[in-house]
């Protein structure tokens, strides 16, 4: 998230940077056109250097997750959890049950992502009645593993050559892809029981793209999207907790 708001910051300079070339404005500290296009290159500068930082390879060497079988290195991640006072075969139900509207800002955040021209019934802009998982799993997303009332790990390629939708993608093809040009995503959902009807509800998001320019170009998007990201994975999470516990 840090080198998210980096990254909104150089972008930030930039434009005021770009703005204050065509016209000086003193009161932002910017009297004169060169320091204009001196803020206007610093900005540009921070913000490419997130695409070079933080941007390095994890890799899980023991699995203790189906996650971790699917995609055991990445470049990026968000993690979220909940607690929730239900059993988990009702925690996992309400997985597959929880609708967009249930979602407290999906429906506003989505529509900034695409700038309300979404088409109907795909994921960025499910219909009202459709649970959310659905949505996701008609829209590109594909179940890659699952241990039901404890697991359920979805991905997709965020990047792809444009003759990747020719290939028979069984799992065992998706987590052996290592050929430049892609870049994989994988979330999941694992409850642990936490005693007395009590269940820990994880979510993580991870990609890994599979050479150092797809990796960079990834980036870019990465450190656009997080913070929105963040707030519908945390909402997702609690419409999740307000259905198996009602």
């Not at 189906?66 to 990026?76: G, H, K, N, S, T």
């Not at 499910?126 to 890659?144: D, N, V």
């Not at 050929?179 to 993580?204: C, H, W």
């Not at 990834?218 to 907790?241: D, E, H």
Request: a positive charge; aromatic letters at 10%; proline letters at 6%.
């Amino acid at each position: 998230m840090f080198l998210s708001v980096i990254w909104y910051l150089g972008g930030t300079l930039v434009a005021i940077g770009a703005l204050c070339v065509i016209r000086p404005i003193r009161w932002l500290r910017l009297p004169t056109r060169k320091r204009a296009a001196l803020t206007a290159l610093a900005g540009f500068v921070l913000a490419q250097a997130t695409l070079f930082v933080g941007t390095s390879t994890h890799r899980i060497e023991t699995p203790a997750s189906r996650l971790d079988r699917v995609i055991p290195a990445f470049e990026f991640n968000e993690h979220h959890s909940i607690r929730i006072a239900a059993p988990a075969d009702r925690v996992y139900r309400a997985v597959f049950e929880v609708t967009a509207d249930e979602i407290a800002g999906y429906r506003v955040l989505t529509w900034i992502r695409c700038l309300g021209r979404c088409p109907e019934g795909n994921l960025m802009n499910p219909s009202a009645r459709s649970p959310l998982l659905a949505a996701a799993l008609s829209s590109g997303f594909r179940k890659l593993a699952e241990t039901p009332n404890e697991e359920l790990v979805f991905g997709t390629f965020v990047a792809a050559p444009a003759d990747a939708a020719r290939r028979e993608w069984t799992l065992e093809a998706f987590v052996a892809v290592a050929e430049p040009g892609y870049a994989k995503a994988v979330m999941n959902f694992r409850l642990q029981p936490a005693g007395s009807g009590v269940t820990i509800l994880d979510t993580e998001t991870r990609v890994h793209a599979t050479d150092p320019a797809t990796v960079r170009t990834f980036a870019a998007y990465w450190r656009t999207i997080l913070p929105g990201s963040a707030l519908i994975r945390v909402a997702w999470l609690r419409a999740i907790k307000r259905r198996a516990e009602g």
